[in-house]
């Protein structure tokens, strides 16, 4: 799922710092990660940290109920379905928000699980390894039998870590360097590159 609309998304999650009565660390104050406000958020206490959650999570949905789909990724994933090849998502997003996108493309069918970041759990986010774990062991594979595709360093950083395959997904060339340097495996400039151009 494409990620939330970053500025808005950050400013929804301050707000909510706000009005659990604390000050804006600094080091967020101009962040257009709503994930790196989420984070600092923990530091500052259960009832600020369930606060900002909660405003992430919303502004999560309403990306996943707009979002433009990434070019190639759902045929990448109608792919996997015709080659027997099974399917769960990883992310640092809400999987409330995953499941929302999924349901609106109608896409659900293709995923064997949704782990998405663990409620209230920001340190458990990637690059921590308890999501890919977790999907492991649902899939009964070994790391070394899989691959994992994403978009952001953390995701090659658990990647090189848990010892899967990684394939870095550069949204802007510019990217593709910090993929790289992170651990990929590979790195794509669309996620057309992953089709079979004979299936």
């Not at 900002?52 to 996943?64: M, N, T």
């Not at 890919?132 to 952001?152: K, Q, Y």
């Amino acid at each position: 799922m494409p990620a939330p609309e970053g500025e808005q998304a950050a400013d929804d999650a301050r707000t909510a710092m706000r009005r659990a009565g604390v000050e804006v660390p600094d080091d967020v104050a101009n962040s257009t990660d709503h994930l790196a406000v989420l984070r600092a958020a923990a530091e500052l206490g259960p009832a600020v940290a369930r606060a900002v959650e909660d405003a992430c999570i919303a502004a999560e949905i309403r990306c996943a109920r707009t979002a433009v789909p990434t070019v190639g990724a759902h045929d990448f994933l109608w792919q996997t379905l015709r080659d027997d090849q099974r399917v769960v998502i990883v992310s640092n997003n809400a999987p409330e928000a995953i499941d929302a996108y999924l349901d609106r493309w109608e896409l659900n069918s293709l995923m064997i699980a949704v782990l998405g970041r663990p409620r209230y759990q920001p340190d458990l986010m990637k690059p921590n390894r308890f999501v890919v774990d977790a999907a492991l062991e649902l899939l009964n594979l070994d790391a070394a039998d899989t691959v994992l595709i994403g978009d952001t360093v953390p995701d090659m950083q658990v990647a090189r870590t848990v010892g899967t395959r990684a394939i870095g997904y550069a949204k802007h060339p510019e990217r593709s360097g910090a993929l790289a340097e992170a651990g990929a495996d590979a790195v794509v400039l669309s996620m057309s590159e992953l089709l079979d151009p004979e299936r």
